[in-house]
């Protein structure tokens, strides 16, 4: 009993293994991971897109915890896809390289023997020929020169030929499923090593450098990289234009940007780019994208003791055909010693901004999405904004709680076009000065993004390969005429008075399933037999051999 318990377990263990490294098991854990994919495709996901998930959450609350605690929101990072990767990897290495060592083996030994009884093959054709059974060998060496060839001859002087043809049909699938290895591989590697950064840039000359995290507005990496050691290189926007149709609906965006990578952040030469949609930058082995822009409304406040403060800060577009934007733009009180009494008389200038303004009443909205009439609609809050809190809070509005709760209160609303002031209560005034554009770029850092290709494009090379080539065999056997024969003598006629002949069986056997070799055979028995054809001279002299009639 002590001993058996350890064979069941290595039984267990070996047919286990056997299961997963067999190719049922890799097709099926390939569908299953095709499958695992589609909440990735369908569903928003954290890493990706955190605004539409927590939409998802607003309009599905029940549904969206069901989800998120399974990790359909964290699809490519949950431990359940990781599992299938991981399973899949390891049973197409279990199922491949034993089929290598089999198809090494397949390469170096010879086709197979000559079947004793051809008439048996799917593929059959036989005959007798004009010519000897050595000139019809060399015929036959000749014909089959691209395939592989093993010959034999028996004591009886009979002739046979064992050959063979698409071994590259393996070749292709062990190059296809090794590709897809080794795509798992580099997307995997990728997933590692990758980060991925958004920034928004001041279109004015404004710029930044990637040289830390803290130069981004968000930042997403891989789990090796700890946001140290960034691909050195730095931006700066001079210019953003964007040309829009008759309809509103955009022709073409520019980006006017100068660049340093490498060495040539030490003596400061710029270089030009031309960024567009579909024509990033590559430098220093990373892409800067251009994904988005809008608006960036300016507004100088004056205190009641003088001084000023202007301030930039985008807004973000809540309608896209005609760019009509949200934001808030956030000022402290200058000269104030008291910090308590500095954080009670924080401003906010929230509302909306039209790049082409269109009035309903004192309704703002927006009509086209170029600069045609610029304005705002406004209201002003004052109290506390909480901006010296630990918490961090959106540039794009204010805490609403803060509202709520009235430590912020609305103290005007006005609609402002360019160069137009409001005056508070205080004294303190606050005019629209203009508005610029602003960009958004996207930084991506794949380092196996090439090997991915290479092993996408091997998938397509291999696949198409063991698709369109079809693994066939081909057998002969080519006896003497015995002497006197009434086939030798009419062999003999039709020859011209040659003496001599042979009599040819031919078989055939497609080691595919596919459809063809029929036809390839039919015409290669015919050549070998000369069905129907007028005898041709071979490059050697030799009549192509002739079917006795």
Not at 183 to 206: F, N, W
Not at 283 to 289: H, I, L, P, S
Not at 502 to 516: M, P
Not at 525 to 547: C, H, I, K, Y
Request: hydrophobic share 40%.
């Amino acid at each position: 009993m002590n001993t058996s318990v350890p064979r069941r377990v290595l039984a267990f263990l070996r047919n286990t293994w056997r299961g997963l490294t067999s190719m049922r098991t890799a097709l099926v854990l390939l569908f299953l991971l095709a499958l695992a994919a589609l909440p990735g495709a369908l569903l928003p996901q954290w890493s990706l897109n955190r605004q539409n998930v927590e939409t998802f959450y607003d309009n599905h609350p029940t549904w969206a915890k069901v989800l998120d605690s399974i990790g359909a929101f964290n699809v490519f990072s949950s431990v359940w896809f990781a599992a299938i990767y991981v399973l899949l990897f390891v049973s197409l290495i279990g199922c491949l390289v034993p089929r290598s060592a089999e198809y090494l083996r397949q390469l170096r030994a010879r086709p197979v023997r000559t079947p004793r009884n051809l008439e048996r093959m799917p593929h059959h054709a036989a005959g007798t020929v004009s010519l000897s059974p050595d000139e019809m060998s060399d015929f036959t060496r000749r014909r089959l020169r691209r395939w592989r060839v093993s010959e034999n001859t028996a004591e009886d002087g009979t002739r046979t030929f064992s050959a063979e043809r698409g071994y590259l049909r393996e070749a292709g699938n062990l190059v296809f499923h090794f590709a897809l290895v080794g795509l798992l591989i580099t997307v995997g590697g990728d997933q590692l090593m990758r980060y991925e950064g958004q920034v928004v840039v001041q279109a004015d000359g404004s710029g930044f450098c990637n040289s830390g995290t803290f130069n981004y507005d968000s930042f997403d990496a891989g789990l090796t990289v700890d946001g140290t050691n960034l691909s050195p290189f730095c931006v700066r926007l001079n210019d953003f234009d964007v040309r829009y149709l008759h309809s509103g609906q955009p022709e073409r965006f520019h980006a006017d940007i100068e660049y340093q990578s490498g060495e040539a952040l030490d003596n400061g030469d710029w270089k030009s780019h031309d960024l567009r949609v579909n024509n990033p930058l590559r430098t220093a082995g990373d892409r800067v994208y251009l994904t988005g822009n809008g608006y960036t409304p300016t507004f100088t406040v004056t205190f009641p003791d003088g001084t000023q403060r202007t301030k930039k800060t985008q807004w973000q577009p809540v309608d896209t055909t005609t760019m009509l934007s949200q934001g808030a733009t956030k000022f402290d009180r200058p000269g104030m010693s008291n910090e308590q009494r500095r954080h009670n008389n924080q401003l906010a200038i929230t509302g909306l901004f039209a790049p082409t303004a269109s009035l309903d009443g004192k309704v703002l909205s927006s009509r086209f999405p170029a600069l045609r009439d610029p304005m705002v609609a406004v209201d002003v809050l004052k109290g506390q904004l909480g901006l010296a809190g630990d918490t961090g809070q959106s540039i794009f509005s204010v805490d609403q709680s803060l509202i709520d709760s009235g430590k912020l209160n609305r103290v005007a609303r006005e609609n402002l076009a360019v160069g137009d002031t409001v005056r508070l209560d205080d004294g303190t005034t606050i005019r629209f000065d203009g508005v610029q554009r602003w960009a958004n770029l996207q930084v991506s850092h794949n380092p196996f993004q090439r090997y991915v290709l290479v092993f996408a494009v091997a998938i397509v090379i291999g696949l198409g390969a063991s698709l369109s080539i079809k693994r066939r065999r081909i057998w002969l056997r080519i006896k003497p005429l015995a002497a006197g024969s009434n086939d030798t003598d009419e062999n003999a006629s039709a020859a011209g008075g040659t003496t001599g002949g042979a009599s040819v069986e031919i078989g055939g056997l497609a080691r595919t399933d596919q459809a063809g070799y029929g036809e390839e055979f039919t015409k290669l028995a015919d050549e070998l037999l000369g069905s129907g054809a007028e005898p041709t001279a071979d490059s050697s002299g030799t009549d192509s051999p002739g079917r006795s009639s």
